[in-house]
């Protein structure tokens, strides 16, 4: 399990011995034998961190013996060359050395505001071995999760709950049912809070220090930040949009020298990403997909590559696949995203398994979609119906436990129904403190999105599989989200929720216009939906977009051959959990088929983990 971990003892004078609980969290972060690691044990500080499988270097641990500073780090990080020339003129140092190398002299001549001057998404651990001072960070949309333990006497974190589970240094393991009923309401948990009582999830743009024996944690930045500007002209904001995003590919692109895998499907947004490669950088690019066989997911991608001379490979989602290699990915997928995905996603970390072998990075479009579009926010599997009325009903506690005290789902869960309602309304309370300092609907909603949305849901989708590949998507980029935030397509300047075709026009258009700008050819290609982002700027076309759209209401096709996985997984469930969940969920049955999913694959991350705290 790639990332990193870590103990941080309060008082200098502690008796704890640091080395067995090390070497026991770094064996549970750990993966596969092949993935490169490193550790370091002082008196009062241990850490270490592990890369991927694909990873040929440990350039995430960094020891500059000239500042005595340790660095290590989770994810990527980026230093513009106006930082590099910075630390050129205060540092006898190489301009060319890389990204990770650098940050023990950002540290040194900054310290905490060192932030302010890298991008990317990422977890950092810096030990001042001088001062004795440890700081903990993540990036500003804190998009890989990072889980933090403190007690009295120390701090423990780590990229995966079970590195700090395994420290042997928790007072005690119980499981967390509110959170569990919290999952399955609103499709992971919306507050910080874990399946494990007191292990939380560090908030996005998080930093604790600990000096002197005292702990700090402060915020550092919000996406308040992205709301003070008055936007530009139409002109302007395509200029700046369209330039956003190919310097955050830059970014990637001179980073990663050799092939690098990339995500297409049958949508727009990883189009839109693939329009900047092509064609001068086509033979950099290792496309791949996955789906049912005749799917749109495998036949659109396949088109383009075989249209563009593009190297392609498909994982087809048929039979075999089913019988042979869903129940161990899904497990994987499960245990490794910390419980928070369930079986439904087991395709992502399959295909992805196969990749790591031809690169150690992965382009994606994700959240593409929830940067451009402006108009309806749909309930989905993304963003649930239920958080998408708490925004609309300016967070009305009250409305939402009644919802939740209606759906049935407390009756799954063996904890006292009132007891879990009032820690569900202290958490939402929280929450609803934190949106009051936003002026609009739409600024909540992009709180939401970006603030909780991103890293609970693609955020720990990533997390599930980055013990294969690094992954990048330019549509995260910080620095892509600053010129964003200054142009007319930032939707914090519309109604929340609006249903106006006229918004969902800019938005196809938007897709349009960018990718024409860059590589005009991939505008003609279908998608998934049926039609082309061409046909959005012609008559002929948006009345086949709006035909399109009606029969795709009509007819809902299961693309990734998913529908057969609820029976599976409840067969394997049955045969192979010998029931250990039942002191968290009842023996109800009940089958509702927007939670089916979640529901069973929490039960096997119960399940298992209560076999793993017995051995500890």
Excluded at 474 to 479: A, G, K, N, S
Excluded at 518 to 531: A, D, E, Q
Aim: glycine share 4%; with cysteine.
């Amino acid at each position: 399990m790639a990332g990193i971990t870590g103990i941080i003892e309060k008082n200098s004078n502690s008796q704890i011995a640091l080395n067995s609980s090390i070497y026991s969290m770094m064996n549970k972060l750990t993966y596969s034998k092949l993935q490169l690691q490193q550790i370091f044990i002082d008196k009062n500080v241990a850490f270490g961190n592990v890369v991927p499988i694909s990873a040929k270097s440990n350039d995430h641990f960094i020891y500059n013996s000239t500042l005595n500073i340790y660095t290590v780090v989770d994810g990527l990080v980026f230093i513009n060359d106006y930082e590099r020339n910075a630390l050129s003129k205060n540092y006898d140092i190489d301009h060319h050395i890389n990204d990770y190398q650098l940050l023990p002299y950002l540290y040194d001549l900054y310290k905490e505001e060192f932030l302010k001057h890298i991008t990317g998404w990422f977890n950092i651990f810096i030990y001042d071995k001088k001062s004795k001072e440890s700081l903990l960070c993540n990036d500003p949309l804190g998009y890989l999760p990072l889980y933090v333990y403190e007690s009295d006497s120390l701090l423990i974190f780590g990229s995966k709950i079970k590195a700090i589970l395994s420290s042997g240094l928790m007072s005690k393991i119980e499981f967390d049912p509110v959170t569990i009923t919290e999952h399955l309401f609103f499709n992971y948990p919306l507050s910080d809070n874990t399946y494990i009582k007191d292990i939380y999830t560090l908030s996005n743009a998080e930093i604790i220090t600990l000096k002197n024996g005292r702990v700090e944690q402060q915020k550092y930045w919000t996406i308040k930040e992205l709301f003070n500007y008055d936007p530009v002209n139409e002109k302007e904001s395509f200029e700046l949009m369209n330039s956003g995003l190919k310097n955050a590919i830059g970014k990637i692109n001179s980073r990663f020298t050799d092939k690098m895998n990339f995500s297409l499907t049958g949508g727009w947004d990883s189009r839109v990403v693939l329009s900047y490669f092509l064609p001068e950088l086509k033979d950099k690019l290792n496309l791949y997909s996955f789906g049912a066989e005749y799917s749109d997911d495998i036949l659109v991608p396949k088109e383009i590559a075989s249209k563009e001379n593009l190297s392609y490979t498909p994982y087809i989602l048929d039979e075999n696949y089913l019988e042979n290699s869903f129940i161990p990915y899904a497990e994987k997928t499960i245990l490794l995203s910390n419980g928070t995905r369930n079986y439904k996603r087991t395709h992502y970390l399959y295909a992805i398994a196969q990749i790591s072998n031809i690169s150690n990075i992965v382009l994606t479009g994700i959240f593409g979609d929830e940067v451009f579009k402006t108009a309806q926010a749909v309930g989905g599997t993304v963003l649930s119906q239920n958080t998408i009325d708490l925004i609309a009903n300016d967070f009305n506690i009250s409305s939402t436990l009644h919802k939740l005290k209606g759906s049935g789902i407390l009756s799954l869960m063996t904890s006292n129904s009132k007891s879990t309602l009032d820690e569900i309304a202290f958490r939402l309370n929280h929450i609803k403190d934190y949106m009051e300092s936003f002026h609009s609907k739409s600024e909540r909603y992009y709180s939401i999105r970006f603030e909780y949305n991103l890293r609970k849901y693609f955020g720990n989708e990533v997390n599930s599989y980055n013990d294969f590949v690094y992954c990048f998507s330019p549509f995260i980029d910080l620095d892509f989200l600053n010129n964003f935030a200054r142009t007319t397509y930032f939707g914090i300047h519309y109604p929340f929720n609006s249903n106006k075709l006229n918004l969902k026009k800019k938005a196809t258009k938007l897709y349009y216009k960018i990718t024409y700008a860059n590589y005009s050819p991939l505008t003609k290609y279908n998608s998934s939906r049926g039609y082309s982002m061409e046909d959005s700027v012609s008559i002929y076309g948006n009345t086949k977009i709006l035909v399109k759209k009606y029969m795709r209401q009509k007819t809902k096709v299961d693309g990734f051959n998913t529908k057969p996985t609820d029976q599976l997984f409840k067969k394997h469930l049955i045969h192979n959990s010998s029931n250990n969940y039942n002191n968290i969920f009842t023996k109800n049955n009940m089958n509702k088929n927007d939670i089916i999913s979640d529901l069973n694959s929490l039960k096997y991350f119960v399940a298992v983990k209560q076999d793993i705290y017995k051995q500890l």
